[in-house]
């Protein structure tokens, strides 16, 4: 887990939108890491994850998502939902299902 | 333009309670301004704004500062204060600019910020930018514009933006080239020290360590929740149990201790923090005004708004003051949105009026932005209705767009529709950002509202706008539809409409009518209903306070179409009063940048009256003002003319590099009519001056000027003079060609071709042809029958001609074989002193040139003596050869062309083949030998 210059651990996120986020596009990204997923369905959704220094930094991002038109479906803090478990359920699940394409 | 502008948002917020030293911040952001930009990200109530204020206040340095708010989404207006902050710094920064923004027709703000960047390099000195509250920027153009500000500033200049949340900028790749300096969340947390401090020397409380250590911890050194804590100690008998009972509490911090804080107040402090929390800036009568008339909650007011505005301030109560004198202050954003929401509960049927209220005090104090916010937030649709009609001519007379645009997004269809002024303002938003079909739309409804329409009084125009002006500006905007659509005609006959509905009073709109009018008129070759419509685009340009752009425009155009009909005085005249009227709006600056076509003008008007050292410095500074702007006409012609300039002072070497240089712009910005006969003219004359007659007759064959052609263009399609200016006055090729056909010998040919040309120059008007052509006629008669006789008639027409306009390049191009004449002419009284004058520019000028005018010794310059490639270069390839010998490298080539490095180097490697050049330098000097350069 990376640490901020403060040497304190830097939060994980994971953000879940909807459609197809072209990776070359994504230079505001920073250091979040793109996937593509496809769902059961057939539906494209694009997981970003990785770690998000601040809140600040945290709506700088959803505020890039709704300026690009994209529809957020979800965003966990990593570390919330590993203190509280909910996590483990979703690995278990390999990605609630998801086949990662990308 | 400056109306709109509050100094207040220029002014650092500057609070009255004590600051608390951050040295390591503010070491953080003394080595940021090594950086592009210092980032400040974090919510609300971190302290973002007192720690960049307080830090530039205590440094010796000059900075600007700008306050966003919610109307600030409006690139116009953007800019608008963008430079009046950066005047604080510099008043003469971006004074040539300020005309620009909002004016009719201006570049887009891309440019402009360009034009900014530049006068930032010249400067040369430092100069700091704040911009705070960026989150409330959602506009994309201004992100742009923000970006090109941080990827091509000068280093001595340093931005500062303050967000609550990172900004929409290219944040990850200046970070990683460390070009990035941010301080966040993490690092405005006070620490326990800074909370002992802050609390003690800013709230004035003396508490156990453990007490601050328990506020910090449960508050995680959020300032803003530190301050509401200490406010409700303040006011509390017993602190260690007000500690003990805020750390047990779970609800949200703010609630809690707002709740503390507020309960504290006297009733009659209480609902004046409510009922002016829906206020964004207040000054104490504003307040008076609002509260004015309501049930208080305890009867009788006692306390002036002034006084307690200054209690509020005094006790630290989240007031902040926005100017030194404190007549204006604002709420924390924090504090004002929790009053705003207890405002809803308890006075909920008050705020209709209180908005109203407020609203009818912005539209008074001449702030369309947030009176229209204020009814807006009631919303009170007919109240922005009123508002959007008696704005109107503000908004769109200043190119406001954006903001008028989401005005009438939020107004109903059916209430637009009933309305033919506002009608009229949507038809003009969107006719101005091409949205043509909505645009008619809402021309087609006014037209049919404009029945019932009663005349309404606009208090900000002074005036009563009758049916007449409402019916000349839904004309008006059925004008430049069809103009945009190709409809020539009817956008003549709408425009003629439009000017006879709208009075002298509607100036900006009349000027816009009358400009795109005559700018119609003289693509239609209509040159005298052309200069009659742009005077008439001048006369209310002038009238108007914000037409400096159309009248600047107007008089380079009436300038240009002097030159082109032979009228030098006038054109001059034309071109200086351009320049006076810049110079009187902006002070000293001449940055503007459609002056360029004034100072070039001017240039050229020199280079035909042989005043060279003028002609160069008015180029020079034609050259310097369209450097970084692309108006393609002028840059293109600036570089003609000064080739034509370096082509009398002798030096072919430089004549053939701005050749090359327009050449090159020409291919990234296609030019046509007129300048594309000036370009042939002066490639022409590159080559008559090395003696290359050759040439010269090859190049204008290749334009399709040839000696059998002309007698075909001018008398068989019986054109009248405006329909030939509307092909560009070709005859200037042809008299070109006469001469280079005379060069070679043809002497016959040549004769004829003179005298056609000399027959068009008289239908097209084109003075400074026919008296060039009769110059030339002269000397063949007089070469012919070694006698003046028939000589000095065309002398004299040409003399007559040129004396009142101050021509003198016609004559002395014709060079020695014009001194005779010249002298026999003064010694039979014909335009003696002119001719004298004459005689003295052309002898010093033969002394000036006698180096060059021999033909070169040698091969070099001539076409003949060189091999003829085998194969002939591809259009691509002589693309190539141009940008390389303009001294781009393979990179800068592919660039220019858009095609790749690879792509440059096998067009390279073939052109070399055909050249049989070894190198650059090889191939540059056999494409020039060949004339391809």
Known sequence: MSTNHHGLTVPQYKIEVSGRIDPQRAAWLGDLDLKIHSTPEGKTISVLSGPVPDQAALYGIINRIRDMGLKLLSIHSMEYYRKNGSVTHQTKEENNGYTTVE | ?933
């Open chain 2, 1 to 933: 333009m400056s109306k709109f502008v509050l100094a207040t948002k220029l002014e650092a917020p500057q609070e009255r309670r004590t600051l608390i030293l951050r040295p390591r911040l503010v070491n953080l952001l003394v080595e940021g301004l090594a950086s592009r930009l210092i980032l400040v990200s974090a919510p609300p109530g971190f302290g973002k704004t007192t720690l960049v204020a307080g830090w530039l206040r205590g440094i010796d340095q000059p900075f600007a500062w700008l306050s966003l708010e919610e109307n600030d989404n409006d690139p116009v207006r953007f800019l608008a204060y963008l430079i009046a902050a950066l005047q604080r710094v510099d008043p003469a920064l971006g004074q040539g600019l300020q005309p620009l923004i909002g004016a009719p027709q201006a570049p887009p703000p891309e440019a402009l910020v360009e034009m900014l960047i530049n006068e930032l390099a010249e400067r040369g000195r430092p100069a700091m930018l704040v911009l705070d509250n960026y989150h409330l920027i959602q506009n994309e153009t201004i992100h742009h514009v923000l970006d090109e500000l941080i990827e091509h500033q000068p280093v001595e200049f340093h931005l500062i933006l303050l967000s609550r949340h990172d900004p929409p900028l290219p944040l990850p790749k200046l970070r990683a080239c460390g070009q990035l300096t941010e301080i966040r969340e993490t690092d405005l947390r006070f620490s326990e020290e800074e909370a002992v401090v802050f609390l003690q020397e800013a709230m004035h409380l003396e508490l156990a360590p453990q007490d601050v250590a328990s506020l910090t911890e449960r508050t995680e050194g959020w300032i803003a929740g530190l301050q509401l804590a200490g406010l409700s100690l303040q006011q509390c008998e017993d602190a260690g149990r007000f500690i003990a009972n805020f750390r047990g509490d779970d609800r949200y911090i703010l609630d809690y201790l707002m709740e503390e804080v507020f309960r504290h107040q006297s009733p009659e402090i209480r609902d004046f923090l409510l009922q002016t929390s829906i206020l964004d800036r207040m000054s104490a009568p504003l307040c008076e005004l609002i509260l004015g008339g309501f049930e208080q909650s305890n009867g009788e007011t006692s306390l002036s708004a002034g006084d307690i505005l200054e209690y509020l301030e005094r006790s630290n109560l989240f007031v902040i003051p926005l100017d030194n004198r404190r007549e204006l202050y604002r709420y924390h954003h924090l504090f004002a949105d929790l009053l705003r929401f207890r405002l809803e509960r308890k006075y909920p049927e008050r705020l209709p009026e209180l908005h109203r209220r407020a609203s009818h005090w912005f539209a008074q104090a001449g702030d369309p932005d947030t009176a229209m916010q204020h009814a807006l937030a009631i919303p009170d649709h007919t109240l922005a209705a009123d508002l959007a009609e008696i704005f109107m001519l503000t908004m769109i007379g200043s190119s406001r767009l954006t903001a008028y645009q989401q005005w009438i997004a939020h107004l109903p269809d059916g209430l637009i529709t009933q309305r033919a002024y506002l009608c009229a303002g949507c038809g003009w938003t969107y006719s101005l950002i091409c949205q043509l079909e909505s645009a008619a739309k809402h021309v087609a409804a006014g037209e049919a509202a404009l029945e019932f329409y009663q005349p309404i009084f606009s208090p900000a125009d002074k005036r009563q706008i009758s049916r007449e002006e409402v019916g000349g500006h839904l004309a008006a905007i059925r004008a430049y539809i069809a103009r945009l659509q190709g409809d020539y005609s009817g956008a003549v006959e709408h425009s003629h409409r439009a000017l006879e509905g709208l009075p002298p009073e509607a100036s900006t709109v009349r000027s816009v009518v009358a400009f795109n009018l005559g700018m119609l008129h003289m693509h239609n070759g209509q040159m005298a209903m052309a200069r009659e419509a742009f005077q008439d685009a001048l006369e209310a340009a002038q009238k108007s306070e914000q037409n400096l752009y159309i009248a600047v425009s107007t008089l380079c155009l009436l300038g240009g179409m002097a030159v082109t009909v032979g009228l030098l005085n006038q054109a001059a005249d034309y071109y200086e009063r351009a320049i006076q009227m810049v110079q009187q709006e902006s002070g000293l600056s001449v940055s503007m940048p459609a002056l360029s076509y004034a100072y070039g003008g001017l240039g050229g008007v020199h280079y035909q009256r042989n005043e060279l050292d003028k002609a160069q410095q008015h180029l020079d500074t034609a050259s310097r003002l369209v450097t970084h702007l692309g108006m393609p006409e002028t840059i293109v012609m600036a570089d003609i003319y000064q080739a034509l300039l370096a082509l009398e002072r002798g030096d072919i070497q430089l004549a053939g590099k701005q050749l090359i240089q327009a050449e090159v712009r020409m291919q990234t910005h296609p030019v046509r009519g007129g300048i594309l006969v000036e370009w042939s003219v002066s490639r022409g004359e590159f080559f008559l001056a090395q003696g290359d007659a050759a040439s010269a007759v090859q190049w204008l064959k290749g334009r399709g000027i040839e000696a059998g052609a002309l007698s075909g263009v001018s008398r068989t399609t019986g054109m009248s003079s405006d329909q030939m200016h509307l092909q560009g006055t070709r005859e200037a090729e042809y008299l070109l060609l006469a001469r280079a056909l005379l060069a070679q010998g043809s002497i016959d040919q040549a004769t004829d071709l003179f005298e056609q040309v000399c027959d068009l120059a008289k239908t097209t008007q084109n003075r400074a042809v026919l008296i060039e052509g009769l110059v030339f006629r002269a000397i063949i008669a007089c070469d012919r029958r070694g006698n003046s006789t028939q000589a000095l008639p065309y002398l004299e027409q040409a003399l007559d001609l040129a004396a009142p306009e101050g021509y003198v390049r016609p004559f002395i191009k014709a060079g020695e074989s014009l001194i005779k004449l010249l002298r026999q002419a003064i010694a039979q009284g014909i335009h003696p002193a002119y001719a004298h004058r004459l005689l003295s520019d052309l002898i010093e000028r033969e002394r000036r040139l006698g180096r060059i005018m021999r033909p070169p010794v040698g091969t070099n310059g001539r076409l003949s003596s060189l091999n003829t490639p085998l194969e002939p270069l591809t259009d691509r390839e002589r693309q190539v050869l141009r940008l390389l010998a303009a001294g781009l490298s393979s990179n800068q080539v592919a660039e220019e062309l858009i095609i790749s490095v690879s792509t440059v180097r096998s067009y390279m490697k073939s052109l070399y083949q055909k050249l049989d050049a070894h190198n650059r330098e090889e191939a540059i000097e056999k494409g020039k030998r060949l004339g391809w350069l």
